[in-house]
């Protein structure tokens, strides 16, 4: 069975620093771009950051560019986001998501999600 | 940036009702459109991608069309498990969504 497992969500003040973990499992991980999507709790979704199968390119959403980075372990089955410069706006459901094989951005499996919560 | 723009925001429908969700994109994105069904508490489930795809697995009430920058979602004979909320997203550039279409019970 395909499974994605977030980890590392919490509360953090403004300003500071926090890092997200995917574990997955039941699937070729190196194979696939693989990407982080937020949602505001009752809010919309929103992509933040991709990256390749092999690790040698990423990509962001302009209001996360130069904050985050995302990266992987490709040896453990793991995907990371680091947080750098939370702002409030920042607080969100954290999904871990799935893309192609070929680069297309659209998501096919989910994990379920971890909370950050920015706050003083 | 893409816009991605779904109408209505909310649609009040009855079991076995046509539904149809619409989804305008600020510039043309050809086919590269994907629609998922969010419930509650739930992560996004993909339905359908390149505008017309069915994902496996998902129930063929389901279908999707268009190109361009117009867009649609219908579900043919809308079942209890279908009230949820829908999301457009575009994957021409980056990935973009739409901001939602509840469907609710009339």
């Known amino acids: 069975e395909e499974q994605l497992v977030e980890s590392g969500g919490g509360l953090v003040q403004p300003g500071g620093s926090l890092g997200l973990s995917c574990v997955v499992s039941?699937?070729?991980?190196?194979?696939?771009?693989m990407h982080w999507v937020r949602q505001v709790p009752g809010k919309g979704l929103v992509w933040i950051s991709r990256?390749?199968?092999?690790?040698?390119?990423?990509f962001y959403a302009d209001s996360v560019k130069g904050r985050f980075t995302i990266s992987r372990d490709n040896i453990n089955n793991r995907l990371y986001l680091q947080m750098n410069s939370l702002r409030a706006e920042d607080t969100a459901l954290y999904y871990c998501?799935?893309?192609?094989?070929?680069?297309?951005?659209?998501?096919?499996?989910w994990g379920r999600g971890t909370l950050v919560t920015v706050s003083s | 940036d893409i816009q991605m723009t779904q109408s209505p925001s909310t649609l009040s429908a009855s079991v076995g009702d046509r539904v149809t969700i619409t989804c305008r994109a600020s510039?043309?994105?050809?086919?590269?459109l994907a629609w998922y069904q969010q419930k509650p508490g739930k992560a996004p489930n993909l339905l359908i991608y390149?505008?017309?795809s069915l994902e496996s697995g998902v129930p063929s009430r389901f279908s999707g069309s268009g190109s361009g920058t117009e867009f649609s979602l219908t579900i043919s004979s809308l079942q209890p498990d279908d009230f949820a909320t829908y999301y457009c997203?575009?994957?021409?550039?980056?990935?973009?969504f739409g901001q939602g279409t509840k469907v609710d019970i009339k």
């Open positions: 998501a799935r893309g192609t094989t070929s680069g297309a951005t659209y998501f096919d499996r």
């Open positions: 997203q575009q994957y021409h550039l980056d990935g973009t």
């Open positions: 510039q043309n994105i050809n086919s590269w």
């Open positions: 990256i390749k199968g092999d690790g040698t390119a990423t």
């Open positions: 390149k505008a017309s």
């Open positions: 039941g699937f070729n991980f190196n194979s696939y771009w």
